[in-house]
Nanobody, 123 residues
Framework: VQLQASGGGLVQAGASLRLFCAASGHTFSSSDTGWFRQAPGKGREFVAVARRTGDVHYEDSVKARFTISRDNAKKTTILQIDNLKPEDTAVYYC??????????????????WGQGTLVTVSS
């Protein structure tokens, strides 16, 4: 199972970015796929998840500016980030679960991880 994250970069505050996570080698449609981020000197935190059921869930502080979506046919999960802020600066990781009955925002419940893509927001 492989996840490939892309789309990060250096942007100014207020800009938008779209992050992509391409999956291969597993049954994408039965997985929950999510995004986490890790800022310098901090732990990895949950951002958003798109469930196999079609439901989506966000960390409270980002739900007004982040939109997660998935395309099961293309095995791709997309994170749209609008109105970027300097505090959004982090490495963004995509992750996927094996089949799960319930939603999880905990990194240890995600079985597969991409390599991360760096988002840097200048003020």
């Amino acid at each position: 199972v492989q996840l490939q994250a892309s789309g990060g970069g250096l942007v100014q505050a207020g800009a938008s970015l779209r992050l992509f996570c391409a999956a291969s080698g597993h049954t994408f449609s039965s997985s929950d796929t999510g995004w986490f981020r890790q800022a310098p000197g901090k732990g990895r935190e949950f951002v958003a998840v798109a469930r196999r059921t079609g439901d989506v869930h966000y960390e409270d502080s980002v739900k007004a500016r982040f939109t997660i979506s998935r395309d099961n046919a293309k095995k791709t999960t997309i994170l749209q980030i609008d109105n970027l802020k300097p505090e959004d600066t982090a490495v963004y990781y995509c992750a996927a679960t094996s089949w799960r009955l319930r939603l999880s925002t905990r990194p240890e419940h995600y079985d597969y991880w991409g390599q991360g893509t760096l988002v840097t927001v200048s003020s």
